[in-house]
């Protein structure tokens, strides 16, 4: 069993950044590891996923070059750096722990999220 606690969230201004981080209870070293965001009234929306070894990471389109994604499996515990948030970024940002390629949004545990709000 895996539970996953996000953390990091808040209200930020158009161009700033956030560093969310979720960590996890049990081992997550076999899984792939994602986050992806839900805005209300939008379906789920795959943003990042890092392999096992967190040598091969994976990035929707509309964040590439602003966010990064790194675990720390030593820690348990998996990180999104955002920088340059949109305020289209705005949405609740969950982790997410899948043993399928993370961008199928097939997760196996999934944490409550984390609410992110970019202003414009």
């Known amino acids: 069993q895996v539970q996953l606690v996000e953390s990091g969230g808040g209200l930020v201004q158009a161009g700033d950044s956030l560093r969310l981080s979720c960590v996890a209870s049990?081992?997550?070293?076999?899984?792939?590891m994602v986050w992806f965001r839900q805005a209300p009234g939008k379906e789920r929306e795959f943003v990042a996923g890092?392999?096992?070894?967190?040598?091969?990471?994976y990035y929707v389109d509309s964040v590439k070059g602003r966010f990064t994604i790194s675990r720390d499996n030593a820690k348990n515990t998996v990180y999104l750096q955002m920088n340059s948030l949109k305020p289209e970024d705005t949405a609740v940002y969950y982790c997410?722990?899948?043993?399928?390629?993370?961008?199928?949004?097939?997760?196996?545990?999934w944490g409550q999220g984390t609410q992110v709000t970019v202003s414009s």
């Open positions: 997410g722990a899948s043993q399928v390629d993370p961008r199928r949004l097939e997760y196996d545990y």
């Open positions: 890092i392999n096992r070894s967190g040598g091969r990471t």
């Open positions: 049990g081992r997550t070293f076999s899984y792939y």
